[in-house]
């Protein structure tokens, strides 16, 4: 059984930085790409970033330069390092891996960035 689980949200002040992990079991991440997305109220998911299970990464525009990918294989995770975090930031973090066409999703963790 595949299960994702998100961690590390929480609030911070703009230009803070905060660090997302997404723990996977029942399936290994280095054998198949990861995304995190993120959810506005009232909209819909959006890609963030996305990393192949041969380790490339992309970024959307507007998160190039502050967020970054990585991933410890020893322990099933990726991770999403998020600095220079904006109130635009503010949002619920999700990561998900589709395999065989099936999209699979964590809980999501909520980012709050407020002075």
């Known amino acids: 059984q595949v299960q994702l689980v998100e961690s590390g949200g929480g609030l911070v002040q703009p230009g803070g930085s905060l660090r997302l992990s997404c723990a996977a079991s029942g399936i290994s991440f280095s054998r198949y790409g990861v995304g995190w997305y993120r959810q506005f109220p009232g909209k819909q998911r959006e890609l963030v970033a996305v990393?192949?299970?041969?380790?490339?990464?992309n970024y959307v525009d507007s998160v190039k330069g502050r967020f970054t990918l990585s991933r410890d294989n020893t322990k099933n995770t990726v991770y999403l390092q998020m600095n220079s975090l904006t109130p635009e930031d503010t949002a619920a973090y999700y990561c998900?891996?589709?395999?065989?066409?099936?999209?699979?999703w964590g809980q999501g963790t909520q980012v709050i960035v407020s002075s």
């Open positions: 998900n891996c589709n395999i065989g066409g099936y999209d699979y």
């Open positions: 990393m192949t299970s041969g380790g490339s990464r």
